[in-house]
């Protein structure tokens, strides 16, 4: 809420910016936007107690319902994973909440004439998406599940389960367990183990 209304107060010295709606009503979102022809919408991941879901979720079934309208993530949450979802649903824009007020308005222009606006791909890591046994398998893996226990847990073979952790090892270029769990926290496929 204090973000929404210091970006607000931000935007309101630039000409570019029309109207500036800000709303935690999450499930009046698409009436939001159809009433007010709304042209951009900035969402954060993170949606907090607003929403069971996150803002990736919003923002494709958003996008489903007006696939005209142009989505900007503008988030904290700044991991390969989610900008790579981002674009696989069609999202136009990535970028983390540190950018400047000048930088976001550029970027807001850019992605208005029709352009994406996502980090500098140098260096990108390549995600080649896990499945969502996968990504079960590997947070059952992080809270410290044996083997045995997670294909027990998941209702599958233990063969089946070294099947899926060698699938695994192979997407995230990983040699072992270990490595795969430290991965995925990085990539922001699993949360950060606290």
């Known amino acids: 809420m204090l973000f929404a209304k210091s970006l607000s107060v931000a935007l309101e010295e630039y000409n570019e910016i029309e109207h500036f709606y800000s709303t935690q009503d999450i499930q009046g979102i698409e009436k939001m936007v159809g009433d007010n022809s709304i042209d951009i919408v900035l969402m954060d991941i993170n949606l907090g107690s607003f929403s069971d879901t996150d803002g990736l979720e919003v923002a494709?079934?958003?996008?489903?319902?007006?696939?005209?309208?142009?989505?900007?993530?503008?988030?904290?949450?700044?991991?390969?994973?989610?900008?790579?979802?981002?674009?696989?649903?069609?999202?136009?824009?990535?970028?983390?909440?540190?950018?400047?007020?000048?930088?976001?308005?550029?970027?807001?222009?850019?992605?208005?004439?029709?352009?994406?606006?996502?980090?500098?791909?140098?260096?990108?890591i390549i995600i080649e998406d896990l499945t969502s046994m996968e990504k079960k398998i590997l947070q059952l893996i992080s809270n410290g599940k044996k083997r045995k226990c997670v294909s027990d847990e998941l209702y599958i073979s233990e063969r089946t389960l070294s099947n899926h952790l060698q699938h695994i090892f192979e997407k995230l270029d990983v040699s072992s367990a270990v490595e795969a769990v430290t991965k995925a926290i990085q990539l922001g496929y699993i949360p950060p183990i606290c």
């Open 60 to 124: 494709s079934d958003l996008l489903k319902s007006s696939p005209l309208l142009k989505i900007i993530v503008l988030t904290g949450y700044d991991l390969p994973v989610y900008r790579h979802e981002a674009k696989k649903i069609g999202i136009s824009g990535f970028l983390n909440k540190n950018i400047s007020p000048d930088d976001l308005i550029s970027s807001l222009i850019r992605v208005s004439r029709g352009n994406a606006c996502f980090p500098s791909e140098n260096g990108e």
